[in-house]
Nanobody, 119 residues
Framework: QVQLVESGGGLVQPGGSLRLSCAFS????????MGWYRQAPGKQRELVAT???????NYADSVKGRFTISRDNPKNTLYLQMNSLKPEDTAVYYC?????????????WGQGTQVTVSS
């Protein structure tokens, strides 16, 4: 029905930038709220940023001013632009899709992409 595939992760130095992508396969992308969540080893998954079907955005305080979430509906793609990266940003980043608004509690999930911030 719906498949999500994240890409764009990698190894970057502190202060560097990275752009993550989430490709949505299936129908109804415009009706879904989308979100980025991350999980570090031994930690629970946490919210990074969300964007609703009406394109309203929300950010975790820890990334506000550094990260930007956006969506390109004709391309069925979600993005996360990550600037001024810190070692604390190191985690596996997951894409989530849920009707209307992404809460991280249900919906569809991608396989994740690893982001490592280290010198």
């Amino acid at each position: 029905q719906v498949q999500l595939v994240e890409s764009g992760g990698g190894l970057v130095q502190p202060g560097g930038s990275l752009r993550l992508s989430c490709a949505f396969s299936g129908s109804g992308f415009r009706m879904f709220g989308m979100g980025w969540y991350r999980q570090a080893p031994g930690k629970q998954r946490e919210l990074v940023a969300t964007i609703t079907s009406s394109e309203r955005t929300n950010y975790a305080d820890s990334v506000k001013g550094r990260f930007t979430i956006s969506r390109d509906n004709p391309k069925n793609t979600l993005y996360l632009q990550m600037n001024s990266l810190k070692p604390e940003d190191t985690a596996v980043y997951y894409c989530n899709a849920d009707l209307g608004v992404s809460t991280g509690k249900r919906g569809y999930w991608g396989q994740g992409t690893q982001v490592t911030v280290s010198s």
